[in-house]
């Protein structure tokens, strides 16, 4: 009887525990913010499954000037034109079957969303320059740039896609910089673009509306926040936020998604980034790359978040975007990991072909796989 009493109380205390640490549930949707948007430990919560269902773009149109925001009249002639924008993609047709711009479409239209997806309200997503536009790129990113840009079209010299002429002799050249584009050489993994070698999504993540857009997932815990970013074609990333006062590391310390480190001001939570490398690139900026990102829980099922980019090597001011995320039901939308290539077996026979390429045409069959465009899909430019 006492061993009974005993493994009574035991369960009663465990239940208690658990009531105690368990999250308190979200509101349900529909219902006003409240409180209950806390965590346990009382930080603001932004936790759930946030996507972005808007089609808003980056860049504000001209015709807009400052204004930041549509009409109700003008949000429903965008979403006309979108779904009318869609018809005409193409990625249904075989036109052309055979040719290298037929298989570059990859993917029909059931990959990319509802043609009826909604018309943001935002005329951009950049709010700050009041332009909504990318500010100018400084002269030192506009040389890095072009350099680049010359490298890769010397090697489409000689391709059925590229100028006319003898093969480039530049194709023994390194690149210029840390290769992420797709060149039109395959000697090993680093003539590749960083997508085809599975490096995944890049900082910041603006989550697009589409089927490929994606979603976030954040959970919080005492001293941390994660998010995992279900995007892309394999590009899926997983983040560790820690909230903290500690310094960021030494600039010698580089790492892919940079170093970041959060700390609350209000109900916003505000993380700073910085060290990033050579091996990541966001409009033109690389290692130089510094970012504020800034959540804030707008209701029980908006979330704002804002990120600054900025860079004094490559931009000539810093810019702001912000997105309206959406909240998921945290039971229908299920989150999967990224996986790229399967593997990346993909690579593998890529490098694979190329050789086997070579071998025939030394061997007196096939061509010259040097005078074949295998970067741009058949349109003639390379993907910069």
């Not at 797709?182 to 997508?195: C, F, L, W």
């Not at 941390?224 to 590391?249: A, E, F, K, N």
Request: charged residues 25%.
């Amino acid at each position: 009887m006492r061993t009974k009493n005993r493994c009574f109380v035991f369960l009663v205390a465990l239940t208690t525990m658990v009531a105690v640490v368990w999250p308190i549930p979200g509101p349900v949707a529909g219902q006003a913010p409240s409180i209950a948007l806390r965590t346990p430990w009382g930080e603001p919560d932004l936790q759930g499954i946030w996507n972005n269902p808007f089609v808003t773009p980056l860049e504000r149109p001209k015709e807009f000037g400052t204004r930041q925001f549509l009409t109700e009249d003008e949000i429903a002639a965008e979403e006309r034109r979108l779904r009318e924008q869609s018809k005409g993609r193409g990625r249904d047709s075989r036109e052309g079957t055979g040719t290298e711009r037929d298989v570059a479409r990859a993917y029909n239209e059931h990959w990319f969303g509802d043609p009826s997806l909604l018309r943001g309200t935002r005329t951009s997503l950049i709010v700050d320059p009041p332009d909504g536009r990318i500010p100018s790129l400084t002269a030192e990113a506009q040389q890095r740039i072009a350099t680049k840009r010359e490298y890769l079209q010397a090697l489409l010299q000689g391709t059925s896609g590229g100028r006319p002429g003898p093969i480039s002799p530049r194709r023994a050249e390194r690149s210029p910089d840390y290769n992420l584009d797709r060149m039109n050489r395959a000697d090993g993994p680093e003539d590749r673009g960083g997508p085809e070698r599975c490096f995944g999504s890049n900082l910041p993540v603006l989550l697009q509306s589409g089927s490929f857009g994606g979603v976030a997932r954040i959970v919080q815990s005492p001293g941390s926040v994660g998010i995992y970013y279900d995007i892309g074609q394999g590009q899926g990333l997983s983040r560790l936020i820690p909230v903290t006062d500690r310094p960021h590391m030494p600039k010698h310390i580089r790492q892919r998604y940079g170093d970041a480190i959060g700390h609350w001001e209000g109900d916003t939570l505000v993380v700073d980034i910085t060290n990033f490398t050579q091996k990541t690139e966001f409009q033109g900026s690389r290692e130089n790359l510094h970012l504020i990102e800034r959540y804030r829980r707008v209701d029980a099922n908006t979330l704002s978040f804002q990120v600054t980019m900025d860079d004094p090597t490559t931009w000539t001011r810093p810019w702001t975007t912000v997105q309206e995320l959406k909240k998921n039901s945290d039971q229908k939308n299920q989150v999967y990991e990224g996986g790229c290539h399967e593997g990346n077996y993909g690579l593998i026979g890529m490098l694979a072909n190329t050789r086997a390429a070579e071998k025939a045409f030394a061997e007196g069959r096939g061509p010259d796989p040097a005078t074949q465009d295998n970067a741009t899909g058949g349109v003639g430019r390379p993907q910069n």
